[in-house]
Nanobody, 122 residues
Framework: QVQLVESGGGLVQPGGSLRLSCVVSGLTFSRYTMGWFRQAPGKEREFVAAISWGGGSTLYADSVKGRFTISRDNAKNTVYLQMNSLKSEDTAVYYC???????????????WGQGTQVTVSS
């Protein structure tokens, strides 16, 4: 059974930082691209960042480029999303996902976590 479990969300003030983690089990983690998506209330799920199986290739949404960093530790079956300089518009439920290639489309990812809430507010 494939499981992706996110953690690290919470309430943070604008300008603050959070680090999300996603631990994966039930699949060969090192063979999968990992992605982070987010969904705000009343909006569609949107791409945030992705990292290739070996970590050599990353892709970011323009809205987070320069503020967020995706990384992975294949020995720990874990992918991370370091989020700095957070803004109110970053408020959303954040999901990690696993797929075959680095892509911005959610349809290209086969496995999903349950999500973790990130709220940026003063």
């Amino acid at each position: 059974q494939v499981q992706l479990v996110e953690s690290g969300g919470g309430l943070v003030q604008p300008g603050g930082s959070l680090r999300l983690s996603c631990v994966v089990s039930g699949l060969t983690f090192s063979r999968y691209t990992m992605g982070w998506f987010r969904q705000a209330p009343g909006k569609e799920r949107e791409f945030v960042a992705a990292i290739s199986w070996g970590g050599g290739s990353t892709l970011y949404a323009d809205s987070v480029k320069g503020r967020f960093t995706i990384s992975r530790d294949n020995a720990k079956n874990t992918v991370y999303l370091q989020m700095n300089s957070l803004k109110s518009e970053d408020t959303a439920v954040y999901y990690c996902s696993a797929g075959p290639t680095v892509d911005t489309s959610a349809h290209r990812y086969f496995h999903w976590g349950q999500g973790t809430q990130v709220t940026v507010s003063s």
